[in-house]
């Protein structure tokens, strides 16, 4: 342990894991994974065995959380998708109807903010730097906050907007 972790604090970033059981560590390895990687890397990185790796990697692709590539050898990522419809499913379980309408508008409306602001209908369509050189009280970091934010939202909304729409059906399922 180094002299700046404390015995109760968090483990260090580079063990972030050590203390979780297996299953735990292989989770915790997919979900850091952003391309293709071998049950073999994964096993190393989750300081475990590759055929114990191989098991709990066969799990999660039967539940959608990591895609199978059939390559040689195998190999496996993260299931993006699969993390989205889990978020939106809790958005719909822990709100109503009325508090996600609601997220929905205000999202829309610091979109539309931004949209005025930067006279585009999306982020993408901004060129950053002509924006922050035709104005007196925004440099580039405000301005590639401001996209940031704004991509963000445009995102959230989209979430907040399918939850809704599940809710509502839900609700009109039960009545």
């Not at 850091?32 to 790796?53: F, G, L, M, V, Y």
């Not at 369509?125 to 991509?151: C, E, F, H, N, P």
């Amino acid at each position: 342990m180094s002299n700046s972790e404390s015995p109760d604090g968090p483990p260090s970033f580079e063990d972030a894991f050590r203390g979780d059981d297996v299953e735990q560590r292989i989770y915790g390895t997919v979900l850091q994974t952003r391309e293709p990687t071998t049950a073999s890397a994964i096993a190393n990185a989750a300081d475990c065995d590759p055929k114990t790796a191989r098991k709990y990697l066969g799990w999660f692709s039967e539940l959608g959380i990591v895609t199978r590539h059939n390559s040689h050898p195998a190999t496996y990522e993260r299931n993006d998708a699969y993390f989205e419809w889990r978020r939106i499913n809790q958005l719909a379980a822990d709100h109503s109807v009325e508090d996600l309408q609601q997220r929905v508008r205000e999202l829309s409306s610091r979109i539309e903010g931004y949209e005025d602001t930067y006279g585009a209908p999306t982020p993408a369509a901004v060129d950053a730097v002509a924006a922050a050189q035709s104005s007196d009280d925004r440099t580039i970091d405000d301005v590639y906050g401001d996209l940031g934010d704004w991509a963000t939202a445009r995102n959230e909304r989209t979430r907040y907007e399918r939850a809704r729409q599940q809710r509502a059906r839900s609700d009109c399922q039960e009545k």
